[in-house]
């Protein structure tokens, strides 16, 4: 028998409805034989969706978990009290199958946060941090954490994420990945408190340090991992899907060029419209989440499954252990 | 006689000679007959320069002043040091004039910093800032404030950078400026804890206030003055030109692009060259300070001198003070 990826997937809690969703989780399963997808969700409406159009059911299981957590529930209250949700279901089903290699949802963010930390279990002494992977151009991608999960830091936590970007970025195969700081200036004394002291942690720990980097030399620069706090990550990586699209946007607007290199505009754009495109990874749990954002779309879950797969086949939370277990103080 | 809008200038400490900048500073006094210009530099050579290309030298005086300030010196002891040279002769002007309205410089940001602060004055209670005005596509101009003057703040600081903005932009004829807060997210208890803070205490006071913005929307959405402590504010600039700019350079790339569209590019392209375009504004003391970038050219002296004139004619301080007063507490 082949060995399988075993992925819990959320149906539930995204703007669209989990018989849209499904579409892309079922594309995913199709194309790589190696996936088994726990599908979580209204199980009534699902089999019924599925058989009405004839999906070969190998490889999927449907589990029904109708409750339905949304972005207006309290993430605490949510997870005590809608334990038939999909989303709380989906991180059970590990405790039952530690086979299971990361969880997939679209839901409320808050509420995929306390479902993971009580679920899932944490990497000891690992705070969960959100990492987002970038696509670089002409090139390997690039990943900034934390992008949201921790807002106040200290230095010694971006020491963390410099670790856990490494690993993930081993894992979807760069080697030799180097980490960057993100500052207001190249130089080592430049940045805030924390951002200084993070600075000298980094350069004493991490030998794949290259030093800070600032906003104009995300994209272009040599940093694989970008290192920051949860503020400015989230700062930066909404402000890259903004500057970049309002650019492409203003040029689509000038005379004649919609008409000349609308297709070409179109692709790029696509390449920065990060909330259609991919999702975070939730790491510190004893098994990674991506996180769609709640406007996915089919393609969305696609995607985030086969990010999830890629990642679980490629052993991230091991390598993340040994990353930590290599630099143990 | 008409009145005239007095302006110091520093022609030294740039990466490029006195003599290139200069070109920009006798096109802005050609163009605006209002305007008189001190010159700070080398005056022989400047001497020189402008009688060789027969310039007019009416409303320009130069100012012996040859010693230059670099990068590579350190601010405090240049200050206290080089008393000669053309950026703190330019500061010293306006203790001899106080009808001088603003002091120009593309040298070094440390040494500008505090020449500024020891010759010009704070204006009272006011920590100084650095605020960059930045184009808005089909609209009036948006300003981020602080931009990397204050890169650790307590919450208080972030009200007075509010004040500050909105005093900016009346004086760049946006009649009712409205405030944004930089944050991840743009419900109100969303930041980090200073920005929570700042969040409170900004709707407390500032009734111009429309809200948190996140990085997607700081380019497209209706605050005219951003709000954010030095150290996000410095990201955030710069991670908006490095990624439209990079945005634009990967469509540049694909086949067909140059030619069809390659002007249009440039011009979007040049709107987002932030080093070259403009300059930021040094708020707090008795006169605004207009530091451009060191790699400045002419076109870029020339531009921050028109921003200079338009600051000092519009009664930039008088606006500040008129804000601070108005919302003393």
Redesign the interface.
């Known amino acids: 028998m082949v060995p399988m990826i075993k992925i819990a997937v959320d149906l539930q809690g995204a703007d669209r409805p989990q018989t849209e969703l499904v579409d892309g989780a079922l594309m995913a399963v199709r194309e790589n034989e190696e996936l088994y997808l726990y599908l979580c969700g209204n199980e009534q409406e699902l089999t019924r969706y599925i058989n009405e159009r004839g999906y070969r059911t190998e490889r999927i299981e449907i589990i029904n978990a109708p409750e339905v957590i949304t972005n207006h529930d309290d993430p605490a209250e949510a997870f005590k009290n809608k334990k038939n949700s999909s989303l709380v279901r989906a991180a059970q089903l590990y405790k039952d199958d530690p086979d299971i290699g990361a969880l997939v949802s679209c839901g409320a963010t808050g509420a995929i946060f306390v479902t993971a930390m009580m679920m899932l279990g944490r990497i000891a002494r690992i705070s969960p941090m959100l990492l987002v992977e970038l696509p670089r151009?002409?090139g390997t991608p690039l990943c900034i954490v934390d992008c949201?999960a921790n807002?106040?830091c200290r230095a010694e936590k971006l020491v963390d994420f410099a670790h856990m970007g490494i690993a993930y970025m081993k894992a979807v195969g760069v080697a030799a990945p180097k980490v960057g700081l993100?500052?207001?200036?190249a130089e080592d004394k430049k940045?805030?408190?924390v951002?200084k002291q993070a600075n000298e942690l980094i350069r004493a720990n991490i030998p794949e340090f290259v030093g800070n980097v600032?906003?104009?030399?995300?994209?272009?620069g040599e940093a694989d991992v970008i290192v920051c706090?949860?503020?400015?990550g989230?700062?930066?990586?909404?402000?890259?899907?903004?500057?970049?699209?309002?650019?492409?946007?203003?040029?689509r607007?000038?005379?004649?060029?919609q008409d000349?290199?609308g297709e070409?505009?179109d692709?790029?754009y696509r390449?920065?419209d990060f909330n259609t495109q991919g999702g975070a990874v939730l790491l510190g749990t004893n098994i990674p989440v991506i996180k769609g954002h709640g406007a996915a779309n089919s393609g969305t879950m696609y995607n985030i499954i086969c990010s999830a797969a890629r990642l679980a086949k490629n052993g991230l939370v091991d390598k993340i252990r040994a990353e930590f277990a290599a630099n143990a103080v």
């Open positions: 151009i002409g949201g807002v106040d993100l500052s207001n200036g940045g805030n408190a951002v600032e906003g104009t030399s995300v994209l272009t706090d949860g503020f400015s989230n700062v930066l990586l909404k402000t890259i899907e903004g500057s970049a699209k309002a650019a492409l946007a203003e040029l607007k000038l005379p004649g060029v000349a290199v070409q505009l692709a790029v390449k920065y």
